[in-house]
């Protein structure tokens, strides 16, 4: 059965045996959101509590009269009257370049929230999980209902740089095109300008990435009626998402299945908001600063300065395990 995981620093799916137990569910929820004590909740319309604690752990779901599949989990961490920090578990997905989880915790870990009431709704971060296909989960997420479609987005961008050789030349990439198409359906290569610019053309849709630390706008693709909204941190990409909710529109409670994530183009509302919620992720320094951080190579152990630094290295060596260097 698959699950989806909805933390405090976004969403994930799980999946889980059929005669998976309690525990095991347990262990995949912490393993997922780094937390050792946690409230689950679950359905909706009709959001209820998920008591895991009241059952035993080698019990399997299905004779707990749990059917979670397809199901969204929201967990939130567990107030435990102390302030000892709660243990994480140690066996946590290896980076590959420093991501957002790495920025301070008040940004991450209550993403802001903005009222739009014209909209009868509210505006609010989706933030994409921790990996090198954050870009190609941003975008999937926005045009492709949420799917898991990072290899077929990447396989688009391989075939558009083959069909299109004069277009996309070895000055533009800045390496060989068959060199490229082979390094970009890499799952540990990540994307940027030119993949969206490909990936808007290619579903002839406007795709807008706000920068945080600028809020500089990039439009890829300006025309079509539709565009969709990233926000790119420096080094990581996450989707604007507009959620439906109750007056005053203050706080989304649904879950992120009912977001609207393609906006009419003409639409100026969408983009001050998009905007004005990149102001607060600004403010929260939820950025990094891309040309001045130092990157450790995992590979070789190398140390490099910015993403460009990082970048020539791993066309030159093929290394693309990189970790921030302390």
């Known amino acids: 059965m698959r699950v989806r995981v909805r933390g405090p620093a976004g969403q994930s799916t799980v999946t889980l045996d059929d005669d998976a137990t309690v525990g095991d569910l347990r262990s995949q929820i912490a393993e997922t959101t780094g937390l050792g004590a946690f409230d689950v909740k679950y359905g909706y319309p009709e959001i209820r509590p998920l008591t895991l604690d009241t059952l035993q752990p080698d019990q399997k779901l299905t004779e707990a009269g749990l059917n979670l599949n397809g199901e969204q989990l929201i967990i939130t ?68 209902g949420g799917m898991d479609a990072m290899n077929e987005l990447r396989s688009v961008i391989a075939q558009t740089i083959h069909e299109n050789p004069d277009l996309y030349s070895e000055a533009v990439l800045e390496r060989k095109p068959e060199d490229y198409c082979r390094w970009i359906q890499n ?72 977001d609207t994530k393609v906006f009419d183009a003409a639409d100026p509302i969408v983009l001050d908001r998009s905007l004005a919620l990149c102001e607060v992720l600004q403010q929260k320094h939820y950025y990094t600063d891309t040309a001045g951080f130092q990157i450790r190579c995992n590979t070789c152990g190398g140390v490099f300065t910015g993403e460009k630094g990082a970048t020539q290295h791993a066309a030159q060596t093929g290394h693309y395990d990189f970790g921030e260097a302390s």
């Open 77 to 144: 961490k567990k107030d435990t009257g102390n302030d000892h920090p709660e243990p994480i578990s140690t066996n946590q997905p290896q980076l590959d370049k420093p991501s957002p989880s790495q920025k301070p915790k008040d940004a991450s870990d209550d993403p802001p929230e903005l009222p739009s009431p014209e909209h009868s709704g509210t505006f609010v971060l989706r933030i994409m999980p921790d990996d090198n296909s954050c870009l190609f989960r941003a975008v999937g997420s926005a045009i492709m």
């Open 187 to 258: 799952e540990d290569s990540w994307g940027g300008g030119i993949e969206l610019s490909i990936l808007s053309k290619h579903f002839d849709i406007e795709i807008c990435s706000i920068d945080v630390q600028t809020l500089r706008v990039d439009r890829f693709n300006e025309g079509p009626p539709t565009r969709c909204i990233l926000v790119y941190s420096g080094i990581h990409y996450d989707t604007i998402a507009l959620s439906p909710s109750d007056p005053p529109f203050t706080h989304s409670h649904a879950p992120p299945e009912f």
